[in-house]
T-cell receptor, first 108, second 112 residues
């Protein structure tokens, strides 16, 4: 099946810094989503981005489907950005295959 | 528009017991899927239901089962609980194949 790999596994930042999270996938995809998992466990949708670039406030994402990767950019990070970031690709009915996640810690 | 609702949020069960978790999808969504999250295995797909039919299934033993009702609400059941079943169970719904999937807050299950 499709493999999804995220890097880096851990990232520690000072408030105000920028960061880039990467997601590589092993096969072509029709659906890719980025999520932020909050401390209570809920997966919050950040982007649905099978291709192209999208922006939402301080966050933006780019997927280059032909090269099988996606990037999530976080600018001017805040402590509330801390948590785990997952990318996931749709592989069959209702099934998302997730990467292992990037644990982001933002210090004040 | 209400999001995906899961109940209960937290529960503790004893080995050998069974548990039923409930999920109400976003209004109008007919696809409901379930995931298990553990520190060791990450997020793993359990199964997906659409219009009361299981369309997809992950690699979990038969102790894990589910169903969907005519109003698209879904339940999952785990029988003969084992310590390793302790996990966060997440439900998700989507409106169309290949479209955005939305998750609920999850049910934290602890088996003692």
């Amino acid at each position: 099946g499709i493999q999804v790999e995220q890097s880096p596994p851990d990232l520690i930042l000072q408030e105000g810094a920028n960061s880039t999270l990467r997601c590589n996938f092993s096969d072509s995809v029709n659906n890719l989503q980025w999520f932020h998992q909050n401390p209570w466990g809920q997966l919050i949708n950040l982007f649905y981005i099978p291709s192209g670039t999208k922006q939402n406030g301080r966050l933006s994402a780019t997927t280059v489907a032909t090269e099988r990767y996606s990037l999530l950019y976080i600018s001017s990070s805040q402590t509330t950005d801390s948590g785990v970031y997952f990318c996931a690709v749709w592989t069959s009915y209702g099934k998302l295959t997730f990467g292992q996640g990037t644990i982001l810690t933002v210090h004040p | 528009k209400a999001g995906v609702t899961q109940t209960p949020r937290y529960l503790i069960k004893t080995r050998g017991q069974q548990v039923t978790l409930s999920c109400s999808p976003i209004s109008g969504h007919r696809s409901v899927s379930w995931y298990q999250q553990t520190p060791g295995q990450g997020l793993q797909f359990l199964f997906e239901y659409f219009s009361e039919t299981q369309r997809n299934k992950g690699n979990f033993p038969g102790r894990f089962s589910g169903r969907q009702f005519s109003n698209s609400r879904s339940e999952m059941n785990v029988s003969t609980l084992e310590l390793g079943d302790s996990a966060l169970y997440l439900c998700a719904s989507s409106g169309l194949t290949g479209n955005t999937i939305y998750f609920g807050e999850g049910s934290w299950l602890t088996v003692v």
